[in-house]
T-cell receptor, first 111, second 115 residues
Framework: DAKTTQPPSMDCAEGRAANLPCNHS???????VYWYRQIHSQGPQYIIH???NNETNEMASLIITEDRKSSTLILPHATLRDTAVYYC????????????FGTGTSLTVIP | KAGVTQTPRYLIKTRGQQVTLSCSPI?????VSWYQQTPGQGLQFLFE???????NKGNFPGRFSGRQFSNSRSEMNVSTLELGDSALYLC??????????????FGQGTRLTVV
């Protein structure tokens, strides 16, 4: 079952930073926070994941609060191609290739 | 490196028929999972295979089954199709380490329409 809460939709102006929040208040110590996105009718795409330290890669940054009860995915300079549904997932890595997706946040990047 | 390949991309079947979908994982990945995505239920986990063995199964009826071959390719089968089986079926492959699975890589999916 999904253990995360995300806003159903958000808008962001093109070129600005998109900050997508996620609440995971029941996260346990060995659970990671993952972010995936799904562009319409395509397969989900891995973005980033982290345990407790902030993480950054070529796509995005992940900021996890110190108590780990919430996190924010940051797309530093949103483009129209970033319009997608973004899923925040909490899981242990030893649970196999099994991800539980919630309803996600539909991000619309506006020109 | 080639990504996850699912075939066919689109399929139309009649109620009562059966269907087989195929997934070729990324080279070196031995874990394959299947998901069903519908507008009403979202993305739901079907089952996972690793080294030709089913490791986990979601809450779906027995009409949904799968298998994995020695080359890690996987197939899923749905028998006695119902209208509600119309969905996007997604396959995800992962590299399994001693610590488990980090990220999963998804294919483009097979769009199944049951009429």
């Amino acid at each position: 079952d999904a253990k995360t809460t995300q806003p159903p939709s958000m808008d962001c102006a093109e070129g600005r930073a998109a900050n997508l929040p996620c609440n995971h208040s029941t996260i346990s110590g060995n659970e990671y926070v993952y972010w995936y996105r799904q562009i319409h009718s395509q397969g989900p795409q891995y973005i980033i994941h982290g345990l407790k330290n902030n993480e950054t890669n070529e796509m995005a940054s992940l900021i996890i609060t110190e108590d780990r009860k919430s996190s924010t995915l940051i797309l530093p300079h949103a483009t129209l191609r970033d319009t997608a549904v973004y899923y925040c997932i909490v899981r242990e890595t030893n649970t196999g290739n099994q991800f539980y997706f919630g309803t996600g946040t539909s991000l619309t990047v506006i020109p | 490196k080639a990504g996850v390949t699912q075939t066919p991309r689109y399929l139309i079947k009649t109620r009562g028929q059966q269907v087989t979908l195929s997934c070729s994982p990324i080279s070196g990945h031995r874990s394959v999972s299947w998901y069903q995505q519908t507008p009403g239920q979202g993305l739901q986990f079907l089952f996972e295979y690793f080294s030709e063995t089913q490791r986990n199964k979601g809450n779906f009826p027995g009409r949904f089954s799968g298998r994995q071959f020695s080359n890690s390719r996987s197939e899923m089968n749905v028998s006695t199709l119902e209208l509600g089986d119309s969905a996007l079926y997604l396959c995800a492959s992962s590299f399994m380490t001693g610590g488990g699975v980090t990220e999963a890589f998804f294919g483009q999916g097979t769009r199944l329409t049951v009429v």
